[in-house]
């Protein structure tokens, strides 16, 4: 086996094709184009839901049936007395708040290279830092382990296979993540390398599969802080794991075609690297145009005057009064409210507009920071069925 950091050559497509490179223009205009009609404030609110749907199939992706309710009752911290489901919410909510961090950083301008050491590093340590000894007990071909958070494969007993895969051994994990980190160094990258890196660095980090365990949601992470930096992040209203849990055709997809990747060079014909070109290829068409599926299925979803008629629809079915539709609608647009604002917008008295808006409260459609505060949207997983059909898909 092979056990110098080339091995994870080619690192990218140094002659792309023209599918590759209208797939690259196809996500940046469906992206920039992605909730931009939507109010700052209702998108911030949308992108919450996201977290949550990406959490959902990040974990489905693992073998983990988290229902969406479970994590919403996790994010409010009511936790399951059962330990099994309790781990699953701890997952959930350390998943959620990393890439609530990353989005927000991405907003500030202040997100660092996702590639690096220190970043992929950070993203295991921070997911496995509320984890009890159990979760980070783990089975490997040389017996058990207690993994250590945010630190890579570096002993023996560390070694790990994974299906037909061998992955470095762990005495050279650092090697391998250092070439990785520079090869994959955004700063050195525009735009459109940067979408065409997304790919390719995620299939390479998973090939390293640097820790004991976490490797793919660190992945999938790194992917998302990925997208921000190339730009086509869309202020987090969308996000790769709900794509490569569903595929193009199947479900089955993500798993086939990160080991079709896993493939050597086949001839002289099959680029310059360790592993194929070819396979290389084939895979990064097949992610960017989940990419380019999931970011036109959000705005789909996200558009304003589709969620103007779900708004009204929603009302319909909760037999409220004609007038919450119109207050809902109105702070789609506007982003929130004060409270006082109800009585103008509704056209009711006084104490009916204030009864209405404490009823909306109530149903979670809409929440405030305070007793006095201004309302907004507040995209709980109870309206999905309405506000965003598919969105979950089958959910138990």
Request: proline share 5%; net charge negative.
């Amino acid at each position: 086996m092979i056990e110098t950091p080339a091995r994870i050559e080619p690192c990218f497509l140094e002659n792309a094709g023209a599918e590759l490179l209208d797939l690259v223009a196809e996500i940046s205009t469906a992206s920039a184009a992605l909730g931009a009609r939507l109010h700052p404030r209702t998108a911030s609110s949308l992108a919450g839901l996201v977290r949550v749907m990406n959490c959902y199939y990040s974990n489905l992706i693992e073998g983990h049936n988290t229902r969406p309710k479970d994590i919403e009752r996790a994010l409010a911290n009511d936790f399951d007395a059962d330990e099994g489901r309790r781990n699953l919410q701890l997952e959930a909510l350390a998943h959620i708040r990393i890439q609530k961090r990353i989005d927000e950083a991405a907003a500030a301008g202040a997100l660092d290279d996702p590639a690096s050491e220190a970043f992929i590093l950070g993203l295991h340590g921070e997911f496995y830092r509320d984890a009890p000894e159990a979760m980070l007990r783990i089975e490997g071909p040389n017996g058990a382990i207690v993994m250590e958070p945010g630190r890579w494969r570096r002993d023996a007993a560390e070694d790990v296979a994974v299906g037909r895969h061998e992955p470095p051994s762990s005495a050279v994990v650092a090697r391998f993540m250092a070439y990785f980190a520079d090869r994959y160094a955004l700063r050195r990258m525009g735009a459109g390398r940067r979408i065409m890196a997304l790919p390719a660095a995620h299939h390479r980090l998973n090939f390293i599969h640097p820790f004991p365990d976490g490797n793919g949601r660190v992945s999938r992470l790194m992917s998302h802080a990925m997208a921000h930096h190339a730009g086509i992040g869309a202020h987090g209203l969308w996000s790769i794991s709900r794509g490569l849990a569903r595929g193009l055709e199947n479900r089955g997809e993500y798993k086939s075609m990160m080991d079709f990747a896993d493939s050597p060079r086949q001839g002289d014909l099959d680029g310059r690297g360790n592993l194929s070109e070819r396979a290389l290829t084939e895979f990064s068409v097949w992610f960017l145009r989940i990419c380019l599926d999931q970011i036109r299925f959000m705005a789909d979803l996200f558009d304003l005057d589709n969620l103007t008629s779900r708004l009204a629809r929603y009302g319909e079915l909760k037999d409220w009064r004609p007038e919450a539709s119109k207050l809902l609608q109105e702070i789609l647009h506007r982003g929130e409210i004060a409270r006082g604002d109800a009585e103008a917008i509704t056209g009711l008295k006084e104490r009916t507009a204030r009864d209405l808006l404490k009823l909306l409260l109530q149903d979670g459609i809409l929440g405030s920071p305070s007793e006095k505060g201004p309302v907004a949207l507040k995209f709980t997983v109870d309206a999905r069925d309405v506000l965003f059909p598919r969105l979950f898909g089958d959910v138990i």
